[in-house]
């Protein structure tokens, strides 16, 4: 095929090209958006997240839990009260017809008090101080779940905006070899097929524009849901990715995490919560004295009385009762056991993780990073001089915009890792 029966083409699809940039530049209002540091997004989200609001909830319930445990029973009071009359029956026993020669109101009252057995109220309140305990560690466990989530979805979005900052680039440097090749093609300098080859690359780089655009705003609509709607559909984020604290040790990091981490606290007062509520049903098997008191006035008689009322625990001692309290304690200890498992496994794998993409990470910086950049720049100064063809700068460009997105995967998945060790150690490193 002749140069002039594929000039129509190569001009169209240069046109196509240009078009395609001209659509990516409406990205450039994004500067105007408002930005949110991590911090600001980490105070949104521990305000308005229904996470906290439904820990706090339960430490609210654990109050009134305690506030029961410690009243004490109420009092039982009942009377009766009736009409009565006293009858004349004659003289000597023989039997007249009855005659009534007095009536009086006839009333009495009752009043009972149970008294509980002291050692059963006292583990029933410390059953509920442990429960409250734990209600405020699960506030901390909430707010520490929280945090953790609130930075992986905002390096998601930073790493998003780094990608997409990186297809601009690359897209800026596709339209400059472009231009180059239209102008050597109109000078008879450059073939038809250098030309397709370049406007093709311009292309993809714009559609690779497109899809991190994409990407930054599903990355906004994950950090906006965490913050319940506080942060809006459209705004950037500011700041960087975590760096890695040499000297760091995965034995320690565990060993601190079994000391300080909220959800093991919450669990250790659930167990303890579970071995008071076994001393409580023991100590249920003795029963509630009721001591009762009461006065009677009647025609003819007027009493005062007292006494005790003790039911006798013969046939059953809440055998039932103990039993399934010991099976709540037993299930709560092997949860804790559990759980303490699987943080010092989660440790020991987000830790490698760190190591792992910081050794990464020195590795682009040191050497990769600065040998991409320096084959870039001689490949687009020798094809700007004539001295090499289209290929070589396509291909530098390739390689310099793909370590620049690994260096920035890499980056993302440290924090990443670091932010997951934050959570399975309980708090900051």
């Known amino acids: 095929m002749s140069y002039q029966r594929l000039k129509p083409l190569v001009w169209l699809g240069l046109s196509a090209a240009s078009v395609f940039g001209f659509m990516t530049e409406g990205y450039a209002g994004e500067a105007s958006l408002p930005s949110y540091t991590l911090d600001a997004v980490i105070d949104l989200a521990l305000e308005r997240n229904p996470a906290i609001a439904g820990a706090t909830s339960v430490m609210e319930q654990s109050h009134g839990q305690q506030i029961a445990a410690g009243a004490y029973p109420n009092p039982n009071v009942g009377g009766y009260s009736g009409r009565g009359l006293l009858q004349d029956t004659g003289r000597a026993g023989i039997g007249n017809d009855p005659n009534t020669i007095r009536s009086i109101t006839e009333y009495n009252v009752t009043v009972g008090q149970p008294v509980e057995w002291p050692a059963k109220r006292a583990a029933r309140q410390r059953a509920a101080e442990a429960g409250v305990a734990g209600a405020g560690a699960g506030v901390e466990e909430a707010r520490l779940n929280l945090i953790a989530e609130v930075k992986l979805v905002f390096y998601q979005l ?88 040499q000297g760091a040790d995965a034995s320690a990091l565990t060993t601190l995490a079994f000391e300080r981490h909220p959800t093991l606290r919450r669990q250790r007062s659930l ?159």
């Open 158 to 245: 930073l790493l998003a905006q780094r990608q997409f900052d990186t297809a601009e680039q690359n897209l800026a440097m596709a339209k400059d070899v472009l231009r180059i090749v239209k102008s050597r093609m109109a000078a008879g300098d450059a073939t038809p097929f250098e030309a397709m080859k370049a406007n093709v690359e311009a292309m993809k780089a714009n559609l690779a524009v497109t899809r991190s655009r994409n990407a930054v705003r599903v990355a906004r609509v994950g950090l906006d849901t965490v913050t319940a709607g506080a942060l809006g559909r459209n705004f950037v984020v500011k700041g960087d990715f975590e760096i890695f604290r």
């Open 271 to 429: 167990v303890e919560q579970a071995d008071h509520t076994v001393d409580r049903e023991r100590q249920s098997r003795v029963p509630d004295l009721t001591v009762n008191g009461g006065y009677w006035r009647e025609i003819g008689r007027e009493a005062f009385g007292a006494g005790l009322s003790l039911p006798i625990p013969f046939w059953y001692q809440r055998q039932g009762e103990v039993a399934t309290a010991m099976g709540a304690k037993h299930r709560v200890e092997a949860e804790l056991l559990r759980t303490q498992n699987e943080l010092g496994r989660a440790i020991q794998q987000d830790f490698q993780d760190a190591q792992t993409a910081a050794e990464q990470i020195d590795l682009f910086e040191k050497e990769l990073l600065k040998q991409a950049q320096e084959t870039l720049r001689i490949a687009q100064f020798s094809f700007q001089q004539g001295a090499s063809g289209l290929l070589d700068v396509l291909d530098a460009q390739r390689v310099y915009r793909q370590i620049q997105l690994d260096y920035a995967q890499a980056r993302y998945e440290l924090s990443v890792a670091l932010a997951r060790l934050e959570r399975a150690t309980g708090g900051k490193l």
